[in-house]
């Protein structure tokens, strides 16, 4: 009797098995779809479903193999700019990496840019902010948020409003000193308040190069050009200085001290631009060592040409040096390592996963090099992951 039993329950857990397994083989063609791949595209490029037009269009767009127009109709969605890219782009404006800030002038430059499909490598150094020409809306202000805030509050179409500005005319730096969105009044607020300035450093390299200082630790650099702040034996071991201190400090001060001219003002809340003149900031606390390296101007030099982080490939056209943020932007962005970055940021945004196997990481390289190669246009490089990810 408990042999039969077991049998019939063994008979029961294959048949409903079975039917499992036809219902999934059933399902397997659906997914796989036109329909099927376009209500999925429209989803992972505007965060909301499609009208009933418009997932027809992107269909017949798949199943004619133009799965790219299909792409470019999701993102003409103004939810592709009022929501899934300011989500991308609020955490690289603050220190707590968090989603949850207003609409500032630094999202919305980067809204405009990728828009507009402007050069991606200028993100670092570009003369340029984006307002909008909305009735009702508040002037820029190099002092407040209130223009934004009110974009926001009124759920205002950013792919219709925005339009492109200076800095220089809106925020009075001159052209020379402006470093794209690294001197947005958001930026300055966040990373050049207080401090040492290296924290404008850090997380750009953070935001840009998806890289974190630890990860940049490097001991066979020189250290000559390491702050007097920095004390050689901190709590009187000097091992510590040598082992962990110096990792970090001799390839990042020789590149933060791009920024010695800059300052955010909390009195004024304005970003402050002292040309000609190092900022107090950058030669506190010298007794900590006294022999230690005395900022005198904003000349800059990238270390990270040498050594371990040679794999950031920076571009051999460029100097390696130069003076200002403006120049450094420059550098930066023009590496591969910020391509590389970029996309791995899209595809994890749409793909709502890291790359995780040899297809994905084949498919990061491949956009990359479309990236790099056709003006560095980030509005392409959602398309191209959300297409790869449609079906994966």
Not at 179 to 195: E, K, P
Request: glycine share 6%.
């Amino acid at each position: 009797m408990k042999q039969v039993t077991h049998i019939s329950h063994a008979r029961r857990a294959a048949t409903i098995a079975g039917v499992l397994l036809l219902a999934l083989q059933g399902a397997t063609p659906a997914l796989a779809g036109p329909r099927e791949q376009a209500r999925r595209l429209h989803d992972r490029l505007a965060g909301v479903p499609p009208s009933d037009a418009v997932l027809t269009q992107m269909a017949s767009d798949i199943a004619g193999g133009q799965a790219d127009a299909a792409a470019q109709l999701a993102m003409s969605n103004k939810s592709f700019y009022n929501v899934v890219l300011k989500n991308f782009v609020a955490p690289w404006t603050n220190r707590d990496r968090t989603v949850f800030v207003p609409l500032n002038d630094y999202t919305a430059t980067v809204i405009g840019m990728v828009r507009d499909d402007v050069d991606f490598s200028t993100l670092l150094s570009a003369d340029l902010l984006y307002v909008a020409n909305t009735a009702g809306a508040p002037a820029y202000s190099p002092s407040n948020n209130d223009h934004y805030q009110y974009l926001e509050d009124n759920n205002v179409d950013l792919q219709a409003s925005l339009q492109p500005a200076t800095q220089s005319g809106l925020l009075g730096l001159p052209v020379a000193a402006t470093a794209g969105i690294m001197t947005t009044h958001a930026a300055a607020q966040a990373f050049f308040i207080n401090g040492t300035n290296r924290a404008m450093f850090r997380f750009t390299m953070i935001n840009h190069m998806c890289r974190d200082l630890e990860q940049l630790q490097d001991s066979s650099l020189p250290p000559d050009r390491i702050r007097q702040d920095v004390s050689r034996s901190p709590g009187g071991d000097s091992r510590v200085f040598l082992n962990n201190c110096i990792t970090c400090h001799d390839g990042m001060d020789p590149l933060a001290q791009a920024f010695a001219f800059y300052n955010f003002d909390a009195t004024t809340n304005q970003l402050q631009y002292t040309a000609g003149v190092v900022q107090p900031k950058y030669l506190i606390n010298s007794d900590n060592f006294k022999s230690g390296y005395v900022t005198t101007d904003d000349h800059w030099d990238n270390r990270y040409r040498q050594g371990a982080n040679q794999v950031l490939g920076f571009d051999p056209a460029l100097p390696g040096s130069g003076t200002g943020a403006k120049t450094m932007g420059q550098e930066l962005a023009h590496s591969d390592g910020f391509a590389q970055c970029q996309v791995e940021k899209v595809f994890k945004a749409v793909c709502l996963r890291e790359p995780g196997n040899t297809a994905d990481r084949a498919s990061v390289q491949n956009i990359k090099s479309k990236f790099k190669s056709t003006g560095y246009k980030m509005k392409q490089v959602f398309a191209d992951a959300a297409i790869y990810c449609m079906g994966n």
